[in-house]
């Protein structure tokens, strides 16, 4: 426990620093809208090509994560429909409700892994946010259409979102690099190498500088239920699958990890284009991201 609390204590600093800095306004309210564009398009991008491109992950992996992954989402959402059978919230709020329980936020558990488990690890998870992101976009798309209400959703712009999302792009070119056994060219590793290790310290600070902590006056319900539901049952629930499956050792620590972990920023975006409850969402992605701080290293010290 103390070894994981060392190794997650930066990244979570690193959070509180953005935040910090934001409401200080330093270096100006512009900078981290950009410093995010940043990241999200350039950094890490880099930094998924250029370590998956280096690692030599087992064919098996690929299969077993992928469906683990299926698994998980499949159980994951039988539960929160249960909780919406109990609890029976307006379509706005559940839609809020089950972004928080299923989502997660890819900066962090890039920054996680790679602190926790090393470049296999990261590797890994990784691979890991390639195959879950298009999922869960196209699984919270349908959610909306369901509970929303929000007239029809259109398909194919989703479909564009998630081809051209830079992460996605990064793993299966940094997948392919390693499949093929490519290598880097000393050149391009001395420009991809720099920016990789800037992506992880820039891009936990642009998640501090987004969180909204006065949406968390008066947490609601709806606020506690879907954060324990992904802050605990959704780790207790990955790794007993795990173990029906028959995985061990570091695919389990990744799978537990990834299922741990805050839900994505990029939920509010979604609440508040497709007719969710954004507000509501910006409480549950800011309390989320604090209460992560205690629950990661607790659950993580019980299930690994």
Not at 212 to 221: E, F, I, N, P, V
């Amino acid at each position: 426990m103390p070894v994981m609390v060392q190794a997650l204590t930066p990244v979570f600093v690193l959070i509180l620093l953005g935040y910090l800095f934001r409401r200080w306004h330093f270096p100006g309210d512009d900078f981290w809208i950009q410093a995010e564009r940043f990241t999200y398009y350039v950094l890490f991008p880099a930094m998924l090509i250029f370590k998956l491109g280096q690692a030599r992950v087992p064919a098996s992996a690929y299969g077993d994560i992928l469906v683990l992954i299926l698994a998980m989402l499949v159980t994951m959402t039988l539960l929160l429909a249960f909780l919406q059978w109990v609890w029976r919230w307006p379509g706005p709020v559940f839609s809020s409700v089950f972004q928080g329980g299923i989502r997660f936020n890819s900066y962090v558990a890039l920054a996680a892994a790679g602190m926790l488990l090393g470049d296999e690890g990261l590797s890994l998870i990784a691979i890991a946010v390639a195959v879950k992101v298009p999922l869960l976009n196209l699984l919270c798309i349908l959610m909306f259409s369901l509970v929303a209400g929000n007239g029809t959703v259109k398909l194919k712009p989703v479909l564009k979102a998630i081809v051209s999302n830079p992460l996605i792009i990064g793993s299966v070119v940094g997948m392919a690099w390693s499949y093929f056994q490519v290598g880097f060219h000393p050149l391009v590793a001395g420009i991809l190498e720099p920016l990789s290790d800037l992506a992880l310290p820039l891009g936990l600070m642009t998640v501090g500088a987004g969180l909204q902590l006065k949406a968390l006056r008066g947490a609601s319900m709806p606020f506690l239920v879907s954060s324990s539901a992904k802050l605990v049952g959704f780790p207790l629930l990955t790794a007993a699958l795990a173990l029906l499956l028959g995985l061990e050792g570091l695919m389990v620590q990744v799978v537990v990890l990834l299922a741990a972990l805050p839900t994505a920023t990029s939920s509010y975006i979604l609440a508040r284009q497709l007719g969710g409850d954004a507000p509501l969402m910006a409480g549950i992605i800011s309390g989320q991201t604090l209460l992560a701080m205690v629950t990661i290293p607790l659950l993580l010290g019980v299930l690994w």
